[in-house]
């Protein structure tokens, strides 16, 4: 194919924000988890698809198959839809306690 560019499975995107290794990311509609640091502005290898633990809500409880948001403003995942962007489905289920503070996450790519 001539018009083939990459598998997509990572873009290089510009951080809209500082971003450490394995944090998440969100540029327009596109969420990723860094695979690198990054101040804001710098570019930064990103993620899309595969299966990450991410920081969560700690006070939320989660089941095999939700959908999961991320909450840009606070910047980590919830299962709350509301002004937050779908990444993917919890493929763990985690206690809602307060130290419950990290979900494994399948990117759903689309984005």
Do not use: H
Not at 17 to 29: K, M, W
Not at 32 to 39: E, I, L, R, T, Y
Not at 47 to 53: I, K
């Amino acid at each position: 194919m001539k018009n083939y560019v990459q598998p997509g499975n990572t873009l290089t995107l510009t951080a809209p924000y500082a971003v450490t290794s394995g944090d998440g990311l969100l540029v327009g509609a596109i969420f990723g988890v860094a695979a690198g640091d990054a101040a804001s502005g710098a570019t930064v290898e990103a993620a899309l698809t595969g299966v990450f633990d991410l920081t969560k809500i700690g006070s939320q409880a989660w089941t095999v198959g939700a959908r999961v948001y991320w909450d840009d403003s606070n910047k980590r995942c919830t299962t709350v839809a509301t002004d937050n962007t779908l990444i993917g489905v919890a493929v763990e289920a985690v206690a809602g306690g307060a130290g419950d503070t990290i979900g494994r996450v399948r990117l759903n790519g689309s984005f």
